[in-house]
C-alpha cells in the first residue's frame, strides 16, 4: 500500500495531541511501513462498562479515524473480559465489575455508535477474553512478576487512596498488567487514549519490551470538560452531549456552555483546525465574533459531525424560532419530573415543577394565555405533554423553566 510522507503522516498525527512517546520511535515505525507498504496497528481499548458515548470520547475516536485515513489498521479491543474487573483510572474507590453478557452487550453498543466516526469497513475488532481467559494461575504470576509494586503506586490515582487508606483491590493492580496484555496480544504499534490513560498506556511498552515484543509507542488526546465548563464530560455528572442524541438536543445543549469553552469546542467538539480555528480564535478574541455566533457555529458544526448538514440548519432554524424570536434566555433552570410515565397532564406538571402552586393557578395560567411550550401557547387545561425529551416552559413574561420526566 502507498502512503503518505512520513512527515505529511506526522503533521495529521501530531495535530490535537498532549502526548506522543517517543516521538523518534513512531517516525521509525512509519518510515518501515512506508518502505513495507505494511500498516502500523492502532490500538484503541473500548471501556464496555460506558456503553453510550458522548463527544468526549469522540476526541479520541476522531484521532483512530484519523490513522485508518492514512491507510493503518485500527483494532478496537473491547474489554470483556478486564470490563469483570472494573477499571480504577480516575476513581476514588473501586469500580463494581461487570458479567462478561454486560460486557459483550454494551461494547456491540460502543462499535455501533463509534461507527459514526471510525471507518467500520476496515475497522477491527477483538474481545480481550480470547486471551486473557485462556491465561493459568502461572501465567498471571510470571507477569506480575514483570512489574513491581513501587512502579504501579507511582500512578496518581493509587498514590492518593494509599494514602488516605482508600482499599486497593489487588485485582486493581492487575489491570494495567491486564490492558498491557492486549498490546502484546495484537504487537500494537500505537496505543490511543486520553489523558487519564497515559501511565497505562506506558506499561503496555514495558510488558511488551517483556514479552519480546517491539512496543508500542503511546499518543494521549485532551479530556472534554462538559456543557458546565467544569468537570470532564461525563454521563453521570448530566453535562454531556451523546454521539445519538436528537439533534435539537444537541444543539440546544452545545449553546449552554460557559464562554470559556468555545475555543476548546470548536478545537475538540467540531474539530476546526488549521486556518479555520485560527480564524475563529482570532474572531473570538478580537471580539469580531458575537459569543453566541459562536456557539451557533459550534452547535451547528456538532450536529453536521453526527447528523448531516440538513439537519444541522434544521436545528438551527428551530432554535431560533423557539428561543430567540421568544426572547427565551440562554440560561435557564432545569427541572427532572418525578413520574413513572413521561407523559403528564399540564396542570400537575406546572403544580410539581413550582411554576405554580396551586392547580387552581395552573388552569387560571393557561386560559389566561399566559403558558407556552417550545415557543407554542397552550390553552388546553388537560392537555397531556411528553417530557421523554426536555421542554421549555414559560409562565407568564419572565418565568422559564426547562422540564423532562
Not at 483510572?89 to 461507527?115: D, H, I, M, V, W
Request: contains cysteine; hydrophobic residues 40%; neutral net charge.
Amino acid at each position: 500500500m502507498q502512503f503518505p510522507s512520513v512527515n505529511e503522516q506526522m503533521d495529521i498525527i501530531r495535530r490535537n495531541a498532549v502526548d506522543l512517546l517517543p516521538e523518534e520511535d513512531l517516525v521509525k515505525k512509519l518510515e518501515k511501513s512506508f518502505k513495507t507498504g505494511k500498516p502500523m496497528v492502532v490500538k484503541l481499548g473500548a471501556d464496555p462498562s460506558r456503553p453510550d458515548l458522548h463527544i468526549g470520547h469522540a476526541v479520541v475516536l476522531k484521532k483512530m479515524r484519523e490513522f485508518q485515513d492514512l491507510g493503518h489498521q485500527a483494532i478496537l479491543i473491547v474489554g470483556d473480559f478486564t470490563g469483570m474487573i472494573g477499571d480504577p483510572t480516575g476513581k476514588s474507590k473501586t469500580r463494581p465489575p461487570l458479567t462478561l453478557e454486560q460486557a459483550r452487550e454494551n461494547g456491540q453498543s460502543y462499535f455501533e455508535q463509534a461507527g459514526k466516526i471510525l471507518n467500520a469497513d476496515t475497522l477491527k475488532i477483538v474481545y480481550n477474553s480470547e486471551w486473557l481467559s485462556k491465561m493459568t494461575f502461572q501465567d498471571v504470576i510470571e507477569l506480575t512478576a514483570k512489574y513491581t509494586v513501587a512502579q504501579m503506586l507511582e500512578r496518581d490515582d493509587f498514590t492518593k487512596r494509599y494514602k488516605t487508606g482508600v482499599p486497593i483491590s489487588i485485582h486493581e493492580l492487575l489491570y494495567p498488567l491486564a490492558q498491557a496484555m492486549d498490546s502484546v496480544a495484537i504487537k500494537s504499534d500505537i496505543e490511543l487514549g486520553g489523558t487519564d490513560q497515559k501511565f497505562n498506556l506506558l506499561v503496555g511498552r514495558e510488558i511488551q519490551r517483556a514479552y519480546g515484543v517491539e512496543p508500542q509507542c503511546i499518543l494521549t488526546m485532551p479530556i472534554l470538560e462538559g456543557t458546565d465548563g467544569v468537570e470532564k464530560m461525563s454521563k453521570s455528572l448530566d453535562n454531556y452531549i451523546g454521539i445519538t442524541d436528537a439533534p435539537r438536543d444537541m444543539f440546544g445543549k452545545a449553546m449552554s456552555i460557559p464562554d470559556k469553552l468555545m475555543a476548546r469546542w470548536a478545537q475538540y467538539a467540531t474539530f476546526k483546525s488549521g486556518e479555520a480555528l485560527r480564524d475563529f480564535k482570532e474572531k473570538l478574541e478580537s471580539g469580531k465574533m458575537h459569543p453566541r455566533m459562536a456557539k451557533v457555529a459550534i452547535a451547528q458544526g456538532i450536529v453536521e459531525l453526527y447528523h448531516g448538514i440538513e439537519e444541522a440548519k434544521a436545528a438551527f432554524e428551530e432554535f431560533e424560532r423557539i428561543f430567540v424570536k421568544k426572547d427565551v434566555p440562554d440560561e435557564i433552570e432545569e427541572f427532572v419530573l418525578k413520574s413513572d410515565s413521561p407523559n403528564m397532564n399540564v396542570q400537575d406538571i406546572l403544580v410539581q415543577s413550582g411554576m405554580t402552586a396551586s392547580k387552581g393557578e395552573a388552569k387560571r395560567l393557561i386560559q389566561g394565555g399566559g403558558l407556552s411550550i417550545d415557543g407554542e401557547k397552550i390553552s388546553d387545561i388537560n392537555l397531556v405533554v411528553d417530557l421523554s425529551q426536555e421542554k421549555i416552559f414559560k409562565a407568564g413574561k419572565r418565568k422559564f423553566l426547562k422540564i423532562r420526566a
